[in-house]
């Protein structure tokens, strides 16, 4: 069975910094491109970052290029997004998502709260 | 950026049939993928590469996609299927991209 399960959120103040985690289980990890995607309060879906299977590729949403830093380690399962110069604005559920055929996303974790207040 | 565009909400009769529109510059030349997503709960993928359904998701579920517009079609609507809708597709200029998301109501 495929897992995701994210970590690593809170609460930070405003220009603070967040590193989340994403440990996969249940499929080979490394053969996959992952995802994050997220969602403020109220709000839709927002995707946010990528990272090619290899690890040379990654794409980010013009909101938080120059910000965030999208990363994996093939030999803990897992995918990680570090959060630096936070706003309020960033406040949102923070998904990690695996992705499926020509572009979709299969696989969902639960979700992490990131909260982003003085 | 690319821009797709769902109507805020639908409203429908349990049995009836449930029509949900993402609108999107030649959004027939792109591949369409579909989400519901319930209260509290992460999405869930119920249509891809336009019209395909992932294992487990009822036959109800359909999609189409052709010229400005995508459609995801439930038929003979359930009150378990009330939730948020999303379309999404992946653009060479903005990657990926979802809809403004539309609210199912059973009446």
């Known amino acids: 069975e495929v897992q995701l399960v994210e970590s690593g959120g809170g609460l930070v103040q405003p220009g603070g910094s967040l590193r989340l985690s994403c440990a996969a289980s249940?499929?080979?990890?490394?053969?996959?491109?992952m995802n994050w995607v997220r969602q403020a309060p109220g709000k839709g879906l927002e995707w946010v970052s990528y990272i090619s299977s290899s690890g040379g590729i990654k794409y980010y949403a013009d909101s938080v290029r120059g910000r965030f830093t999208i990363s994996r380690d093939d030999s803990k399962n897992s995918l990680y997004l570090q959060m630096n110069s936070l706003r309020a604005e960033d406040t949102a559920v923070y998904y990690c998502a695996r992705e499926a055929s020509r572009g979709s996303f299969g696989y969902w974790g639960q979700g992490i709260l990131v909260t982003v207040s003085s | 950026s690319y821009v797709l565009t769902q109507p805020p909400s639908v409203s429908v009769a349990p049995g009836q049939a449930a029509r949900i529109t993402c609108g999107g510059n030649n959004i027939g030349s792109k591949t369409v993928h579909w989400y519901q997503q319930k209260p509290g709960q992460a999405p869930v993928l119920v249509v891809y590469d336009d019209s395909d359904r992932p294992s487990g998701i009822p036959e109800r579920f359909s999609g189409s996609n052709s010229g400005n517009t995508a459609t995801l079609t439930i038929s003979r609507v359930e009150a378990g299927d009330e939730a948020d809708y999303y379309c999404?597709?992946?653009?060479?200029?903005?990657?990926?991209?979802f809809g403004t998301g539309t609210k199912v109501t059973v009446l």
């Open positions: 999404q597709v992946w653009d060479s200029s903005s990657y990926y991209v």
């Open positions: 249940g499929f080979t990890f490394s053969s996959y491109e």
